[in-house]
C-alpha cells in the first residue's frame, strides 16, 4: 500500500502517514473520513477537529487542523477495529 504527503488537497504529516502504515490503514478511508464525516468534535489539541466515519465494519478516526496558511493537516488517524487482527 503506498502513502502520500499530498494526497486529495491535504497535506498529511509524517506522524499520519506512519499511523496509517503502521496499521495498515488504506489513506483513501481516513481521507474519506475527514471529508465526509458521519460526525466531528473538537479534538484535544488547540484548533483541532476530530472526524469520525463508518466505512464498513470498521470506525474509522482522524485528527485534523488547518495551518496559518489555511491549508489541511491530518495529524492523526487511527480504526477500530483494528485491521492487523482478524
Not at 17 to 33: C, F, G, T
Not at 77 to 83: G, K, R
Request: no cysteine; hydrophobic share 35%; charged share 30%.
Amino acid at each position: 500500500m503506498s502513502y502520500s504527503k499530498s494526497y486529495n488537497g491535504v497535506i498529511w504529516t509524517n506522524h499520519a502517514i506512519d499511523r496509517l502504515r503502521a496499521r495498515k490503514i488504506p489513506q483513501e478511508y481516513a481521507w474519506k473520513a475527514f471529508r465526509f464525516p458521519d460526525s466531528t468534535k473538537r479534538g484535544k489539541a488547540s484548533d483541532s477537529n476530530e472526524y469520525i466515519k463508518k466505512i464498513d465494519k470498521y470506525t474509522v478516526t482522524i485528527i485534523a487542523k488547518q495551518n496559518e496558511k489555511k491549508e489541511w493537516l491530518i495529524l492523526s488517524v487511527w480504526i477500530d477495529p483494528s485491521l492487523l487482527h482478524p
